[in-house]
Each structure stands twice: as C-alpha cells, then as structure tokens.
C-alpha cells in the first residue's frame, strides 16, 4: 500500500519540478495572503486520478476545492503543493502531503519535498523512514534544540499571539527556523534535525501526513491544549519530540 502510494507521489512531484513562470498562474483564495496556482490544481487533479485507479474504494478530500474531513470512510487528505508562496517565488522548498485515514485514524502518510528528493513515509505501526532510511526523533530538550514555526499568514488575527510565543521560545531554545512548508517542518522534527514545529490555525490536510510520520518516529502531535489533534478541523498546532514538549508546554 505505502509502496503504491510512494510511487504516485514521486510522478507528481514531476508537474512541480517542471513548472516555470509560477506567479503568471497565481489566483488569490479567500483569506489574506492566501494563494493557489494551476500547478497546485494540476498536482491534486493527478493525484486524484492515480490514486483513485490504486484505491477505487476511497475517497478524497483535496486543499483546492470542496472538502468533506468529517467522513468516516477511507479516504485521502491531500495537499497537492505545501508552501504554495515559497513555490511561486522558486523558493524550493514545498512539499506534496498525502495521508490515508480511516476516520480521525491515520495509516500512511507520505511528504515529498521533490527540489531535494526527499521522501519521508510511515505506515501505522511499522515506523518513520526517510528515502527507504529509518528515523526517530532527537533527545535534544528545547533548551538545547532548533524550533520551527508557522506564522498562520491566512490569519492575520493570530499575529500578535504567534509572535509573542515566539519570543519566548527563541528566548529558551538554541534558535529558530522557518521553511514556509508545515509538512516539511514536521519531518525534520520526525528525522531528529530539529525538537519542534508549533503553528497556529493549521487545516488538516497541512498536518495529517505528517502527524503520522512524527508519531512513528516516536514524537508527540498534539493541540495546544495537548490534546489528540482531530482531523476534521483546523487546529493550533504543536509536534515535537518528548522533552522538547515538556518545556514547550510551560511557555504556552
């Protein structure tokens, strides 16, 4: 199943690799600072279409249109390209984010960053890899570690908050970073090269990949009230190795 769905995601994150002229295809969606080009579009159009012939009994919920995340089947959370605005900039660094749920329940997740040929995967209960490679999550505590961050752009009234807990943590750990790419920023929790990635007001199809890759890398994904994230809403996100959370979790 996991090999399958590899496959498919490796082809699609060739539309990315051969995009040009990115911000000529740029349309703005609802939300400041909130934006789709057709190479997103034409990313989770192929996926909906590979991944519906591999899987013809799940359904799909997809960033670029209608969404149903309550659905109790088994379906596909999609996100055709994470860190649309470093993509239309050729910043090069976004990912393609699938995970197959069943439920609020995730079993398999894969995050492609496809500019470094990074790929990250995880199958419920059978562990985190990276390029075939096994991860787990570092020991570092915070204190000593690398945080990641979102700053919820879409939600410009979040800004105050964000940045306020930001300075505390920059002022607590070894210091901070920012990819522009949830997914990405999750996996190098997930592979041990940073302690944490916290944001808030993240849609599930940022997150859910991901969350499984972390977890079977032996991390924590939780709200910020520490709480099991749920999958069909937005949520204020943290991921994180245990002892980072530990010390997170008293700065909040």
């Given at each position: 199943?996991?090999?399958?769905?590899?496959?498919?995601?490796?082809?699609?994150?060739?539309?990315?690799?051969?995009?040009?002229?990115?911000?000529?295809?740029?349309?703005?969606?609802?939300?400041?600072?909130?934006?789709?080009?057709?190479?997103?579009?034409?990313?989770?159009?192929?996926?909906?279409?590979?991944?519906?012939?591999?899987?013809?009994?799940?359904?799909?919920?997809?960033?670029?249109?209608?969404?149903?995340?309550?659905?109790?089947?088994?379906?596909?959370?999609?996100?055709p390209?994470?860190?649309?605005?470093?993509?239309?900039?050729?910043?090069r660094?976004?990912?393609?984010?699938?995970?197959?749920?069943?439920g609020?329940?995730?079993i398999?997740?894969?995050?492609?960053?496809?500019?470094?040929?990074?790929?990250?995967?995880?199958?419920?209960?059978?562990?985190?890899?990276?390029?075939?490679?096994?991860?787990?999550?570092?020991?570092?505590?915070?204190?000593?570690?690398?945080?990641?961050?979102g700053?919820?752009?879409?939600?410009?009234?979040?800004?105050?908050?964000?940045?306020?807990?930001?300075?505390?943590?920059?002022?607590?750990?070894?210091?901070?970073?920012?990819?522009?790419?949830?997914?990405?920023?999750?996996c190098?929790?997930?592979?041990g090269?940073?302690?944490?990635?916290?944001?808030?007001?993240?849609?599930?199809?940022?997150v859910?990949?991901?969350?499984?890759?972390?977890?079977?890398?032996?991390?924590?994904a939780?709200?910020?009230?520490?709480k099991?994230?749920?999958f069909?809403?937005?949520?204020?996100?943290v991921f994180?190795?245990?002892?980072?959370?530990?010390?997170?979790?008293?700065?909040?």
């Open positions: 199943m996991l090999n399958k769905i590899i496959e498919i995601v490796k082809e699609a994150g060739k539309i990315i690799l051969s995009a040009h002229n990115q911000e000529s295809t740029i349309t703005a969606k609802e939300g400041k600072k909130n934006f789709v080009t057709k190479f997103d579009v034409a990313v989770q159009d192929f996926l909906f279409t590979e991944l519906g012939k591999a899987f013809p009994e799940a359904e799909f919920v997809g960033e670029e249109g209608e969404t149903n995340l309550a659905s109790a089947a088994l379906r596909f959370i999609i996100d390209i994470d860190g649309t605005t470093n993509f239309m900039q050729d910043y660094c976004s990912c393609i984010s699938v995970a197959l749920c069943e609020n329940d995730i398999a997740g894969v995050v492609y960053n496809p500019y470094s040929g990074e790929i990250f995967s995880a199958e419920k209960g059978k562990g985190a890899y990276l390029n075939g490679n096994k991860i787990t999550v570092s020991d570092r505590p915070l204190s000593d570690g690398l945080a990641l961050f700053t919820s752009p879409y939600h410009p009234e979040n800004t105050d908050e964000t940045f306020a807990l930001l300075r505390k943590v920059f002022d607590f750990s070894r210091d901070i970073r920012r990819s522009g790419s949830a997914a990405y920023d999750i190098m929790v997930a592979c090269r940073c302690e944490i990635f916290f944001e808030k007001a993240l849609q599930p199809w940022d859910a990949a991901g969350a499984l890759i972390l977890q079977e890398a032996g991390g924590l939780l709200n910020y009230e520490g099991e994230i749920n069909s809403t937005p949520n204020d996100v994180a190795n245990p002892k980072a959370y530990e010390e997170f979790a008293t700065l909040l």
